[in-house]
């Protein structure tokens, strides 16, 4: 790639491309100076929303003399109409690099609302972008594009986009994640201690770092769980043993190994009480996370006395889930991927993605983690604070 970009401007950009994730100002300099070197007149990052989501794209950054008038437009209504995305959308893959040519033939972009009323009073004919995220995911891609005169994107440009596009989809995850973070922070500053269950966050070593009032008051009373030494301990042997594992499978999310990540266990109480029911899940999953970045799982604890159905149906049912869609949902929350779950269910990939779609529609998500949030959280009231 030495040969497209000058090896010191490369190192800037790239080094720029990963200050954006945390200072969004850098955005505008990364595209600016990979649209200068594709030889654009105009270049941006945009997030594809998901269907049912308020408006149909939202910009991460933008250069070019008419990108600040053309935003709002294309934001709102012709990311709708975008025929190369249209036309290209089996292409669409994380790390795809394609020209306009390869997505949609001259003849139907020429004759497309998009291009006669959108492109073209903006003097742009030809684009190239790279794929950064795909579904299930909303998609995000970086895209240029340049004026007739200048002719069509090639092989050249191609190789100057492959050289910054692997950075460019880590940045997008790492902000993606970040977000995430502070937006779960944020809602459960709060949320956290007016949440009827017990909430615990454990680090990797599946140490207890994080809890609530009321999850302290369950281990210092020995009510069903307990504390020693930081680890979380069942008052039951068996349920011991189940709990353990489901801690376990659940920090090694990332380990990528075929475990389970998660699950529910009842675990009995002393004196013939009415058990208490947990559910386990990957914080990376859920994108809740509590003041501590060290936390890798999160355990809701829910007390009998305090309610008289499970959390998790009680949130399907209130959203009309089918059973098919309750099934789906109930293994991301578990902390499967899309595909794993799947193959639990013995279903294809395309519909275990409609079934996700449906549920998407449903509850008022716009991603998977969004989801396991509100399903984990919705004791909080998050229906009505999330729609």
């Given at each position: 790639m030495g040969g497209v970009w000058p090896r010191k401007e490369l190192d800037e950009v790239v080094a720029s491309i990963y200050l954006a994730t945390t200072d969004h100002e850098h955005w505008s300099f990364v595209i600016e100076r990979i649209g200068r070197r594709l030889g654009a007149s105009i270049a941006a990052v945009h997030v594809h929303?998901?269907?049912?989501?308020?408006?149909?794209?939202?910009?991460?950054?933008?250069?070019?003399?008419?990108?600040?008038?053309?935003?709002?437009?294309?934001?709102?209504?012709?990311?709708?109409?975008?025929?190369?995305?249209?036309?290209?959308?089996?292409?669409?893959?994380?790390?795809?690099?394609?020209?306009?040519?390869?997505?949609?033939?001259?003849?139907?972009?020429?004759?497309?609302?998009?291009?006669?009323?959108?492109?073209r009073p903006r003097d742009i004919r030809y684009s190239i972008r790279a794929v950064l995220t795909a579904d299930p995911d909303p998609y995000s891609v970086f895209s240029a594009g340049r004026p007739e005169g200048a002719h069509a994107f090639g092989d050249t440009h191609r190789k100057i986009l492959a050289a910054v596009t692997p950075h460019l989809v880590q940045a997008i995850r790492i902000q993606s994640r970040l977000e995430a973070t502070q937006a779960g922070r944020h809602a459960f500053s709060g949320a956290l201690e007016r949440l009827p269950l017990a909430v615990f966050f454990l680090d990797r070593r599946c140490r207890v770092v994080e809890m609530n009032s009321s999850a302290r008051k369950l281990v210092e009373a020995s009510d069903g769980l307990k504390l020693e030494r930081g680890v979380l301990v069942a008052y039951d042997t068996?349920?011991?043993?189940?709990?353990?594992?489901?801690?376990?499978?659940?920090?090694?999310?990332?380990?990528?190994?075929?475990?389970?990540?998660?699950?529910?266990?009842?675990?009995?109480?002393?004196?013939?009480?009415?058990?208490?029911?947990?559910?386990?899940?990957?914080?990376?999953?859920?994108?809740?996370?509590?003041?501590?970045?060290?936390?890798?799982?999160?355990?809701?604890?829910?007390?009998?006395?305090?309610?008289?159905?499970?959390?998790?149906?009680?949130?399907?049912?209130?959203?009309?889930?089918?059973?098919?869609?309750?099934?789906?949902?109930?293994?991301?929350?578990?902390?499967?991927?899309?595909?794993?779950?799947?193959?639990?269910?013995?279903?294809?990939?395309?519909?275990?993605?409609?079934?996700?779609?449906?549920?998407?529609?449903?509850?008022?998500?716009?991603?998977?983690?969004?989801?396991?949030?509100?399903?984990?959280?919705?004791?909080?009231?998050?229906?009505?604070?999330?729609?």
């Open positions: 929303a998901n269907p049912g989501d308020v408006e149909p794209a939202t910009t991460i950054g933008a250069w070019g003399r008419s990108a600040p008038p053309a935003l709002r437009e294309y934001e709102t209504y012709y990311a709708t109409r975008n025929v190369w995305m249209q036309h290209g959308a089996h292409l669409l893959k994380p790390g795809a690099i394609l020209t306009g040519e390869q997505m949609c033939p001259d003849d139907i972009l020429l004759r497309s609302e998009f291009y006669l009323k959108f492109l068996r349920a011991e043993v189940l709990l353990q594992q489901m801690i376990f499978g659940a920090a090694a999310l990332d380990t990528g190994r075929f475990l389970q990540h998660g699950g529910a266990v009842s675990l009995p109480r002393p004196e013939g009480r009415h058990p208490l029911s947990a559910m386990i899940a990957p914080t990376g999953v859920t994108g809740l996370f509590p003041a501590s970045r060290s936390a890798r799982v999160v355990v809701l604890v829910e007390v009998p006395a305090q309610r008289t159905t499970a959390p998790f149906s009680d949130f399907t049912r209130s959203h009309g889930l089918s059973p098919a869609e309750t099934g789906l949902a109930a293994r991301l929350v578990r902390g499967l991927s899309l595909r794993q779950a799947a193959a639990d269910l013995g279903i294809s990939d395309n519909t275990a993605r409609s079934h996700l779609k449906n549920v998407f529609a449903k509850t008022g998500a716009r991603r998977q983690s969004d989801l396991v949030r509100r399903a984990l959280t919705h004791d909080v009231g998050s229906d009505r604070d999330s729609s």
